[in-house]
């Protein structure tokens, strides 16, 4: 499958077209910095990373409508203090802008949390993003616990980096995590690339935490399967929680054609017991009912 073919499989299937839960539009500074790190990926990761989509924001923007996508949460992250405040600021401006994009927010845990999530909220923000991985924090962190009950209160899902993929943190790992989820049942989160590289651990997650769902981004294609293979039973366990799995990209930064991971989730429905219901929740009708966008 290529980037060209994404509207025609939409069509076929009777969706409207894609709902991205995991793209990211940063701040320029921020987006080079970024882009910096990836360049220096064999260093920093022990593989390239080339990336396929260095784009000015337009032509980024004009690249996801060309693909089909009708609605995605533009993702920010920070990785120190004083700027979760600052970047979900900017994401709300750039949602503003870009009919598509859902406005979002991120946290740090510091004082004032509450009070910029809580502002962020009440503007509209219907996805937060937590990045335990490259903000190096603890998600049990005491300051961030009534962030974490401000969100399940007002039901906005949380995509959160916590797995050991690409590197290990002191703080990531399911288990982890899982105790913020004991703390906040009602927290709807969604676990970044599917909790990568514990793809079985996470499916076990769901299966304690009703309100728990998973992302699909970079499982299952070329780039990660010799890290984080499938679990043989993937697509017999995908079916139990199909109505939770949301397509998740993590474009633009991804040493991959987009198409790439659409292909690799048609594959899993290729199992009788997935098919194209599974296809259409996924690229579709789950994200659209977390993002709230029809």
């Not at 962030?147 to 703080?171: D, I, M, R, S, T």
């Amino acid at each position: 499958m290529r980037d060209g073919d994404l509207v025609g499989l939409a069509r076929s299937l009777g969706i409207p077209g894609l709902v991205d839960i995991h793209v990211h539009f940063l701040p320029d500074p921020v987006q080079r910095k970024v882009w910096q790190y990836f360049d220096d990926a064999e260093r920093n990761y022990g593989r390239a990373w080339p990336i396929h989509y260095r784009l000015p924001v337009p032509e980024r923007v004009e690249l996801l409508r060309s693909f089909g996508v009708v609605a995605f949460a533009p993702l920010v992250y920070p990785h120190k203090p004083g700027m979760a405040a600052w970047l979900t600021d900017w994401v709300a401006d750039f949602a503003a802008t870009v009919p598509e994009a859902v406005p979002t927010a991120t946290l740090y845990p510091e004082p004032g949390v509450v009070s910029y999530l809580d502002a962020a909220v009440r503007a509209g923000a219907r996805c937060v993003k937590a990045h335990v991985q490259v903000g190096a924090y603890d998600p049990r962190d005491a300051l961030l616990d009534p962030a974490w009950g401000l969100l399940a209160e007002a039901g906005v899902p949380v995509v959160v980096h916590c797995g050991h993929g690409p590197l290990p943190g002191e703080h990531t790992g399911l288990p982890v995590f899982e105790e913020v989820l004991r703390r906040h049942p009602a927290l709807t989160a969604v676990l970044a690339h599917a909790g990568m590289p514990e793809l079985s651990l996470a499916l076990d997650l769901l299966d304690r935490h009703p309100r728990v769902h998973l992302d699909t981004t970079m499982v299952g294609v070329p780039f990660t399967t010799d890290i984080a293979p499938l679990p043989a039973d993937w697509t017999r366990r995908l079916a139990d929680v199909a109505d939770r799995v949301v397509l998740g990209t993590d474009f633009p930064s991804i040493p991959y054609a987009y198409a790439e991971q659409v292909d690799a989730i048609a594959g899993w429905a290729e199992d009788p017991a997935l098919g194209e219901p599974f296809l259409r929740a996924v690229l579709h009708d789950n994200g659209a009912r977390l993002l709230r966008v029809s």
